[in-house]
Nanobody, 125 residues
């Protein structure tokens, strides 16, 4: 069974930083697209950042996080990270890692078949 496990969420003051991790269980990230989505209370789930493990592709970021968030991968650890800097209260949400094989980056939630359980990020003002 393919599973994703997120970690690294927590409570931080505005302007602070957090690093989220996404680790797969049962597969390696080769040729996958890995994306971070988030869902705030009362709002729809939205794409935050995405990376394709195919060579020659560039990461994608939502406009709201460009310049503050960085997605990266550690192939040796088979882990994808989301470094979040200069956090704002509006970044407060449950963050989900999603993965799909043989996919280029997209914000289409339905395109991803594997999801983690989510990790809470709370940014206080």
């Amino acid at each position: 069974e393919v599973q994703l496990v997120e970690s690294g969420g927590g409570l931080v003051q505005a302007g602070g930083s957090l690093r989220l991790s996404c680790e797969p269980s049962g597969f390696t990230f080769n040729d996958y697209a890995i994306a971070w989505f988030r869902q705030a209370p009362g709002k729809e789930r939205e794409g935050v950042s995405c990376i394709s493990m195919r060579a020659g592709t560039t990461p994608h970021y939502a406009d709201s996080v460009k310049g503050r968030f960085t997605i990266s991968s550690d192939n040796a650890r088979n882990t994808v990270y989301l470094q979040m800097n200069d956090l704002k209260p509006e970044d407060t949400a449950v963050y989900y890692c999603a993965a799909e094989w043989d996919l280029f980056c997209t914000w289409n939630i339905a395109a991803f078949s594997s999801w983690g359980q989510g990790t809470q990020v709370t940014v206080s003002s």
